[in-house]
């Protein structure tokens, strides 16, 4: 299996647990994973020349419909008997190229997906979910955008490793808890640039968590290292995690791994390839709205039992849905709809 991947950090947790149990992969399913970036191929460099079962492909998501046609066209004149899975690695829940991809691709992974898969036939304000009620919400004009999804895609769809699988995450694991000496109530350090219905997005959640501050002791304002953020994670008893430009963000993965009870708009819409995000027992949901954060955050403060087991069973959830067997089922389903035979 040859990976054409794109050289990110949040591309490379897509990609970087073939590599982790490379071994585990051979010794499964006879099975050899290599990679190669992706711009690399297309300057024609270190195309490997070996027999290729299948090719997995990144891109960017600006890609206009052509410039996708032609890096398809590209990899099957390259590997004319290999089968193309497609890893959409993208922050929001669209399928921007399912149309276009369908007729030459045998899987699309993705991270998450509408539980609703009727949803995907409905037009948004924007190019998503959260555009569209984010610029309604705060009356923003955006054009009005809807992505064909062919009824033959659905079964070309596998929802696979997500921010759970990444190096950052596993780093993050190795570290024991410290229940005691948290001595920050709430982690919500918010950054707030970016298109403008993120910004006003952000800076709204900002401001919701910044009123807490005369209550409780809140880590909100500039920015820090990565391990400073890491650092105050593990002192955190509760982490304020808003919406990205998609739903599921570096940040909830990060306050789970580190024992920090996570708070975070409810994603009772989307489905994952591992069940991480169960209401009331891994995080705690808030409105989208931000109405009831104050409320949530006074609740689970004084609920301290409540609070622990949240926190226990979230870092339970992630450990569980990272063992190899778990991925190994997983790479299983994805060998069958690739159609490569394993010895």
């Not at 419909?65 to 290999?82: D, F, N, R, S, Y």
């Not at 219905?197 to 209550?215: F, P």
Request: hydrophobic share 40%.
């Amino acid at each position: 299996m040859l990976f054409l991947t794109v050289q990110d950090e949040i591309c490379d947790a897509q990609t970087f647990p073939f590599f982790l149990h490379a071994n585990e992969l051979y010794q499964r399913f006879n099975i050899e994973c290599r990679e190669v970036r992706l711009e690399a191929f297309k300057k024609g460099q270190s195309p490997y020349a070996v027999e290729i079962d299948g090719v997995c492909l990144q891109t960017w998501f600006n890609l206009a419909p052509q410039e996708m046609a032609g890096l398809i066209h590209k990899v099957k004149a390259t590997w004319p008997l290999a089968r193309i899975a497609y890893f959409d690695w993208f922050a929001p829940t669209d399928l921007r190229y399912a149309e276009m991809l369908t007729p030459y691709i045998s899987a699309y992974v993705k991270k998450q997906v509408f539980v609703d898969f009727d949803k995907y036939h409905l037009p948004t304000l924007g190019d998503t979910n959260l555009t569209d009620y984010y610029s309604k919400r705060y009356g923003l004009d955006l054009p009005e955008t809807r992505f064909v999804v062919p009824t033959e895609f659905s079964k070309k769809l596998l929802l696979g490793p997500g921010f759970e699988f990444s190096s950052r995450i596993r780093h993050l694991l190795r570290h024991p808890l410290d229940c005691k000496g948290r001595d920050i109530d709430l982690h919500a350090r918010i950054s707030v640039d970016g298109d403008e219905w993120y910004a006003r997005m952000r800076a709204e959640a900002k401001q919701s968590a910044v009123a807490l501050s005369a209550q409780f002791n809140i880590a909100c304002d500039g920015r820090v290292s990565a391990s400073q953020f890491a650092s105050e994670l593990r002192r955190s008893r509760f982490c304020f995690s808003p919406f990205g430009y998609g739903e599921v963000c570096w940040r909830d993965f990060e306050a789970m791994a580190t024992g920090a009870v996570l708070l975070k708009p409810d994603v009772s819409h989307l489905r994952l390839a591992n069940d991480i995000f169960r209401p009331y027992e891994t995080y705690v949901p808030v409105a989208w709205d931000l109405s009831d954060l104050e409320q949530k955050v006074k609740y689970y403060a004084n609920s301290h039992l409540e609070a622990q087991s949240i926190s226990e069973n979230a870092l339970d959830a992630i450990k569980a849905a990272t063992q190899s067997e778990r991925f190994l089922a997983h790479v299983g389903r994805l060998l069958k709809m690739l159609e490569i035979e394993c010895e």
